[in-house]
């Protein structure tokens, strides 16, 4: 549907440069795209419709909020020498708001760890490292924290029965997740610099339980095995 909503945009914004050419060719009226600051469109447009097609992403927010910028700057709404001064502030702002927002996962991963809440772990790895096995145990989830280090998270032989949720941040770390294979992953991810690499094959079971995992990756990565 947003891919759908997308590619229409992209053929009304064509198809009005078409009739706006074509009615001052015919002398109907002036059309030019040339104002001042015209060139930011070719920032602002694909960065919206980016936004339509793939909902709001931390990359696509920082490049529309360029566009603005330099738009607003060449429309002398703003000091054009505070432009290049102003960016890396608003960059700041955008992550730290797509952190807070996204990180918190969809609504049924938050639901699963309300409900699991106070059986959950914390495990942290600063410039360090460890490894995580839980054999023949339950694990109802946990929240992993690597900054300059690396955690190890072997859940293949530990017992998944019903949904959990793992909370991960990767800070100049790196963080490796091995499931078991009756399980689903469900991914939500704030990559900035980083990202989430879900390997997963489909699980073969009907119904199987889901590990909703929630990351924010900054300079850092998630694999998921």
Not at 42 to 64: A, D, E, H, K, W
Request: some cysteine.
């Amino acid at each position: 549907m947003r891919h759908s909503l997308g590619n229409a945009l992209w053929g009304i914004f064509f198809i009005a440069l078409g009739v706006g050419f074509g009615g001052q060719v015919m002398g109907y009226w002036h059309f030019s795209l040339f104002f001042s600051g015209w060139w930011t469109l070719i920032i602002i447009i694909p960065s919206i419709i980016s936004i339509v097609q793939n909902g709001f992403r931390t990359g696509n927010c920082i490049v529309l909020a360029i566009g603005v910028l330099l738009l607003l700057g060449e429309q002398d709404f703003i000091n054009g020498h505070l432009i290049g001064e102003l960016i890396f502030p608003l960059i700041l702002v955008i992550i730290g708001v797509s952190i807070i927002f996204r990180g918190r996962g969809s609504r049924r991963s938050r639901e699963v760890k309300l409900l699991t809440q106070g059986e959950t772990q914390d495990y942290t790895a600063i410039f360090g490292s460890q490894e995580l096995r839980f054999p023949g145990e339950s694990f109802r989830g946990a929240t992993l924290t690597a900054v300059f280090g690396g955690i190890d998270l072997d859940l293949r032989d530990a017992l998944i029965t019903e949904d959990i949720t793992i909370t991960t941040t990767s800070i100049f770390g790196g963080i490796d997740i091995n499931v078991p294979s009756n399980v689903r992953v469900d991914v939500s991810s704030t990559p900035i610099f980083g990202g989430v690499s879900d390997k997963t094959p489909r699980p073969a079971v009907a119904n199987p339980p889901t590990i909703y995992l929630n990351s924010v990756c900054i300079f850092g990565g998630v694999d998921i095995l």
